[in-house]
């Protein structure tokens, strides 16, 4: 298990902007593909984008494509998500995934750290 901590959430204007990050404290999130899922109200969870620690591809759900961006720094055994064009349907809690490479067993998740978009 790998503790994960999200933050960068908030209340934001459509149309706007905001960056999410997803810390691994104290671990190396070296051989870890990582992801970011979305659970809005009343929704089941969503996979949103997600980047591969082999090569660093980028895959993303086709609501979020060119809007959103993830990248990773290793180093400092980070993930973010950078969101633009914010919508009201993009109002959800945004949740991190580590999953060790090999494996398929579900992964890691962060406690969730919530973006509201106002119209």
């Known amino acids: 298990q790998v503790l994960l901590v999200e933050s960068g959430g908030g209340l934001e204007q459509a149309g706007g902007s905001l960056r999410l990050a997803c810390a691994a404290p104290g671990c190396i999130i070296r051989n870890y593909n990582m992801g970011w899922f979305r659970q809005a109200p009343g929704k089941e969870r969503e996979f949103v984008a997600r980047?591969?620690?082999?090569?660093?591809?980028?895959y993303y759900a086709d609501s979020v494509k060119c809007l959103f961006t993830i990248s990773r720094d290793n180093p400092k055994n980070t993930m973010y998500l950078q969101m633009t064009s914010l919508k009201p349907d993009d109002t959800a809690v945004y949740y991190c995934?580590?999953?060790?490479?090999?494996?398929?067993?579900?992964?890691?998740w962060g406690q969730g750290t919530q973006v509201t978009v106002s119209s």
């Open positions: 980047i591969t620690w082999i090569g660093g591809s980028t």
């Open positions: 995934n580590a999953e060790r490479v090999g494996l398929s067993d579900g992964g890691s």
